[in-house]
């Protein structure tokens, strides 16, 4: 199902090269004021052709909306935005219909669907779908502002090349300001050049590179979220691992608090005026499913591009033999950097779905 | 919420010094033939005290049927089952309620529930909460059974000291059968005795240690899971996320796609007779949220206990400042062996629940 | 499914004559301190064996608490309410296994769970399972009075002999409380003996007789409830079909709106000092699914219990053949006494969730 | 909320007078052909303007498919259509905005969306919805029908001029393609001239009327739904009730019941050839929440249109004070005839849904 959420809930529709593409986001809180620009900022991060980076296909990506907004706020019925597909090249995809193309959806998304979904450009499964979750993810970010939570993401690796961490107990808003506007979001900005660098090297092997994505979440109230399966961490990975090429997730000190000691890894409490803080957060802001009061952290796990210019083994459905595959078009040798606004797009959906059953 | 699931839905109750704990599974398919001896042996598995590396409190553990049992026999109504709580030594844990511990859910769990929740033993929020998630997965995997689907899990370390990994294309029954009634389920047996130590070391310097548990799923059949939100891998992390101390999940090769390059992360589709298959496995059998035939690996990280005996500060809630608090009473060193059971069995639910909606 | 609910979800499990019946209620707001003794009275209205109207089975059906409770209050953990099956004799249904009874759930249950579900005294399909939801609707009852919100039902007919039914516009809390501890509730409590009469002579003619109550909130504020599919009238008939023998529901003036000119039908508003009210209340409290914070009513038809003790036509499964039945046992000849406390806790666990979404 | 469903989601979108209204329809299995003519056809039997008993506004309501469809066949990803709003003339509705009309959602509306909600022509809460929602049920249906279920509706009252009910046990398919194509759907189409007098009379002294509509599914096999919260009854009603103007529902026998003997109401079964039958189809193919093979059988109670041209007593928020409105603008004297696939795709959404959980 395309479809998330419980007290606000988005269904995001559309194929690569249908008619369009687009949201509903069902059980905004009515009255908001939104700002359009900040969400066509938001959208622009994501859509490609800004830089050799990312894929020259050109597209507006701008939405028209529907519904559920007069005067720029949200009148509380469902908001739904449709982004129209064009410069669509579907000949470039032409031999994907028999060869699925290895690291991609095409075999899978072919048995459960019969054979009968469309598969020009990756059909549903195209990350042109991640535009309508960056457009529902930015008007959520605007309504969790107005009370207080920030959310901002930045890469935190790409291959070997890594970024420094959140400081997890103190994320200022300088940085979240800057984070949220940045196309290639960096803490320590001298690694963007050598990070360019490589995926530039990539590019030229006919090859793509992974990468990381570290979001933090700042202004939380304590208390947020449910024991076992309403926790903090089930919702935020529910809805992460909606993104294509997410491959895993860790919150607070994640995996490695596999190699820590209990007196290592807990996290002291303290009081900080009236308000209890911990020194450290290897927590991630999260103790039991529910939020601490601390900032929330957590790192996804984002293969490389699976469309790679170089030759491939696979299957040919239709002679029912081996076969050699090589795939052309346009495509991102690294898709990390844009999708930084697509991870905090997803956690800004969540943490709203949070907030609204506490 | 303490409830998971669409099509079998559990719904899980209790806390630990209260009546009783249980589950009630909704949506079972109905003539399924059960051996409550295999269940008994899943719980045993997860219980405590059967050596040095469990804490001492001794548990029957045994569940009581009241309803969607006869003759042995899923009836298609709810399953209920209960295990009354005994031998609960209260007062072990009479400090706990000014001064949260760190590391556990006694701060969060204080604000939201308003300092009405149970806390004597961790209440609701208890690891013995997973008794019943034993229970239903066992019920459930037995049912996956009859239709070709095994899951196992394994300790895939402990701190430092490494199992050898699931091979991710060739999973044997054979393996499967030994590791599904282990108490200490390790693939190389050789590695019991160093983590042994490793733990009993921990244990000596009141310390704990935390590990990571692999879970391998085979027999699924290509085909199952949906794109974006109800993909395997959202539906299998927004239940894993329920066993307490679990901080980190990825599928496949998981968080190293993110330092591979496309050439090196793409598995090769070939034809194996008439069955499509890969030459490798980073994708974890799941490709687009949907499962291609190859067996779904996953790796979860497991924090270390945070009961140690150690003296940590806190703060007293009471007298509104910083402390210092000993923890005593009985604890693991290690959950990460009676881990195993339980992540299989969040598996399971999480299987047979995908397998109901393809 | 016999689970229902969003943000407080309520799980029944059970069959007649398995082990034990019971309610698994999660997301209830910690620190509610209720009245059991409250809680009691409820179910005992429900309880059959009261007098000859009933059936003469004698059950305590007093709940045991397992969790979700300490000191009287709810600690925010899922409560789970568990009733032993005692004084059951299965030899009364002996002959139900081959010859479905006409007007039950035996044929239908038959085919939804190929012949495995529990037939003895209804299996889960009993009028039995209406006590565990009993409690969960005292339990929320308790909840919403603290809220100012009220909750009463009337036996408004049985056969053709009709209560007055309530004022739509004026519902005073005293007649609440007179009914909310009624075991045979009327309004017009002159109605009594011939109600009686009536069910009796079913009895004698070995017959039964159907009735509808009605069911009336007040203190309901403005503004809750939302459009189309999550309205107050599609939340309420979604678990009130939940109750055996309801074949209809109506709110407001219901079926004969559609007898009715819109100048009639449509209720003026008005000032009563700050607050807007309508002068008549065919609408019931409901305007496009939403509150109007006058009462809402509703009504529902109950059928007459289907186990009568004449001879019925049914067919015989084991023989493939027509055949003549005669059903032995206890039976109710009118269960509309005993339904109205189940229609007034189907409302709350409905009420309880409407306000938890506004 | 403005979704429903559990399998197959919609997501309905959309206000009277924005740029567009609209639906996403989640889950749909793939490879299903449509005619698209016919769903049109569906959509022109709603849609105004076609004759005297429906308001002039003209309206094409063709939808645009962004998403779903590829060579008239689902491709299993959701499916969206939009239709874009036109002809809208918004100062007809004027004065609404401070003075609520009676018996419309204008005053609660206003409560639960704070004053935000879009009020021109109705916003979210207009009649104008329902034509995406025939849209969805009108693709069901043609997927129901490709399994033998067959869905038909009619006018089974205006005012106290009653239709012939639906033959509860013999249905056949003559009539339902016949009702299936009427604009006007009568079962006795003698009764055609005297309701459309009633209607025009009531149009000329300013005023509105009433009606039912009665609606019957064939072909559904024995054993769909389930027991308790899952039950057809509650499934059907729970979108029924999303229908504008619906006040009650009421299966089989419905109401009738109440004065009913359990001898009389109870339906006898028989075998016909292999096949298990009942002579009389009081329980409208229902028993337990569960389908018995037996026609499905439904009545809705529709209330007259609100909009009547009289002067009628309301409030003046912005005055705070009592005062008299005059609706201008197009209205239908009666909406029954409209209603019919209204409630025929209500019911198609619902049956689609019951059959992908069996």
Known sequence: MSSWGSDIKISIFGESHGNGIGVVIDGLPAGEKLSFEEIYIQMARRAPGKDKTATPRLEKDLPR?????????????PLCAVIDNTNTRSQDYGNVMSCPRPGHADYTGNIRYKGFNDIRGGGHFSGRLT??????????????RHRGIRIA??????????????DPVDIPDELIDRLNTASFGLIDQSKEEPMRNLIEKCRKELDSIGGT???????M??????PMFDGIENIISSIVFGIPAVKG???GAGFSVSEMRGSENNDEFYYDGDMVRTRTNNHGGILGGISSGMPIIFRTA???TPSVARRQNTVDFVEHKD??????????????PRAVPVVEAAAAVAVINLLAQS
Do not use: M, W, Y
């Not at 993401?153 to 959140?166: L, P």
């Open 323 to 336: 076969t050699v595959l090589e795939i052309h078009g346009r495509h991102d040798p690294c898709i990390v």
């Open 249 to 251: 997730i860790e919150f």
């Open 213 to 219: 994505v570290e979001c933090a979440i700042t202004g």
């Open 65 to 77: 909306i529907l519904s559920g907004i007069l005067n720029d706020t949200t009148t509380g019925a």
């Open 221 to 226: 109230p304590a208390g947020a979220g449910s």
């Open 131 to 144: 535009a309508p979750l960056v457009f529902a993810g930015a008007v959520c970010e605007q309504i969790l």
């Open 302 to 304: 984002i293969k490389p």
């Open 153 to 166: 993401g930045h890469i935190c690796s790409v291959g070997n090349i890594k970024d420094t961490r959140f």
